[in-house]
C-alpha cells in the first residue's frame, strides 16, 4: 500500500546527465503531490520539486532551477525528474515522495521510496 520505487541513479563527472523514474503504485499514484528530496551525507533532507497531479504546475528550489526538469506520466503512474548539468554538490541520495497537501518539509510525506544514490564527480 501507498509504494513508491525509485530507480536511475548513478556516478557522472560534473556537467553530466542523469535521470530519476519513480513508479507509484495504485494507491499512492491518485495522490496530489509529489516530490523529489535530496539528502547529502550527514546533512538534512531537503526538497528539490513537487508537482501538482492535479494541475501539473510544477515547483523547484533556487539551486536546480534551470538544470532539472520533473514530469509526469499519468497513464503509467510514473514520474521522473531530469537532470541536467550535475554539480558534485547535487551528489547524494534521492528520494520520492507523496502528499496530499502541497509542502516542501518532508515530515508532511507520507509517502517515501527507498531512494536511488547519485554521485557526482569534479
Known amino acids: 500500500q501507498g509504494q513508491l520505487v525509485e530507480s536511475g541513479g548513478g556516478s557522472v563527472q560534473a556537467g553530466g546527465s542523469l535521470r530519476l523514474s519513480c513508479a507509484a503504485s495504485?494507491?499512492?499514484?491518485?495522490?496530489?503531490?509529489m516530490g523529489w528530496f535530496r539528502q547529502a551525507p550527514g546533512k538534512e533532507r531537503d526538497g528539490i520539486t513537487i508537482?501538482?497531479?492535479?494541475?501539473?504546475?510544477?515547483y523547484y528550489a533556487d539551486y536546480v532551477k534551470g538544470r532539472f526538469t520533473v514530469s509526469r506520466d499519468n497513464a503509467k503512474n510514473l514520474m521522473t525528474l531530469q537532470m541536467n548539468n550535475l554539480k558534485p554538490e547535487d551528489t547524494g541520495m534521492y528520494y520520492c515522495?507523496?502528499?496530499?497537501?502541497?509542502?516542501?518539509?518532508?515530515?508532511?510525506?507520507?509517502?517515501w521510496g527507498q531512494g536511488t544514490q547519485v554521485t557526482v564527480s569534479s
Open positions: 495504485t494507491d499512492t499514484a491518485t495522490i496530489r503531490y
Open positions: 515522495a507523496a502528499t496530499t497537501y502541497f509542502s516542501w518539509l518532508p515530515s508532511a510525506y507520507p509517502y
Open positions: 508537482i501538482d497531479n492535479k494541475s501539473g504546475a510544477t
